[in-house]
């Protein structure tokens, strides 16, 4: 694969990397979304660079924005026939009265457990389904979809994706820098090309290299599709730079899920 450097001419594989310019081990911050990534490498005798990575994402399961596409799909889901048994109206029914203190909960300790702020989204949810049962209008479904909704934008879910790549060192000729580029293959049926890279950053007066590790990716066969549906042209080929320096982030979490994706 080609890599071109405005100014200089670029060479892959440079031997005699010292020590001190090969990333071993440390924690990144994406400087654009709420995600860290720790990483761990180590230097092969031919110089390449073996590393692997564990990258962590927070995210808030929904956002305002998102409600009216939801609302259009609850409204085709009620006009194709939305279903709720007796049964089920009738464990929401005892469920606001348990929470609104007429009567005790069949597990007490349980019961107990549960948060006073989990306590008034599951009220509000119950009570928006009891309606439902009692006169089930399309406002009344899309008024459970809304408190659905509500809630999902105070909980954030946290994901974790671990995965390995090797890298090269390149190097400029003229200036001397360079840079640790990952070795990519076109991949799936997008033929996907890893294009990330380690950069050193070196601070002012001093000796010390910190890491920058930029991901990218590029999209080689954007007439495919990499499952029904979704066409490879729509795939993220943006630039996400994960920073040494830590960052702090405010969510507005009421609650957390973990999430496998």
């Keep these: 694969m080609p890599i071109l450097a405005a100014g200089g001419i670029w ?7 010292r020590a001190e310019e090969v990333p071993s081990i440390g924690l990144l911050y994406n400087t654009k979304e709420t995600h860290s990534m720790i990483y761990r490498c180590q230097q092969n005798r031919d110089n390449s660079l073996d590393c692997e990575f564990t990258q962590t994402a927070v995210r808030k399961k929904a956002k305002p924005e998102d409600l009216n596409s939801k609302l259009n799909q609850a409204r085709k889901e009620f006009r194709g026939g939305a279903k709720i048994s007796a049964e089920e109206c009738k464990v929401f029914k005892e469920l606001v009265d348990v929470l609104e203190g007429r ?12 948060t006073d702020m989990q306590k008034k989204d599951l009220l509000k949810t119950s009570r928006g389904m009891v ?3 009692k ?3 399309e406002e009344n479904f899309l008024n459970v979809v809304r408190l659905g909704h509500e809630k999902e934008t105070r909980t954030c879910q946290v994901s974790s994706n671990a995965y390995k790549q090797s890298f090269l060192y390149v190097q400029d000729t003229l200036s001397g820098t360079g840079a640790w580029v990952v070795q990519g293959t076109p ?3 997008c033929g996907i090309v890893q294009l990330s890279r380690f950069e050193p950053d070196r601070l002012k007066d001093s000796k010390l290299i910190f890491w920058k590790y930029v991901a990218r990716k590029a999209v080689t066969n954007p007439q ?8 490879c042209k729509g795939f ?4 996400y730079v994960y920073d040494w320096k830590s960052k702090e982030h405010s969510l507005g979490c009421d609650y957390v899920e973990f999430s496998p994706l």
């Design 224 to 231: 495919g599709s990499f499952f029904p549906g979704a066409s």
């Design 131 to 133: 309606e439902f049962c």
């Design 187 to 189: 991949e799936g049926p």
């Design 11 to 17: 060479l892959l594989g440079v031997t005699g990397v």
């Design 135 to 137: 006169s089930r209008t």
């Design 236 to 239: 993220d080929e943006g630039e």
């Design 103 to 114: 009567k005790k909960p069949p597990k007490e300790e349980g019961f107990k457990e549960i």
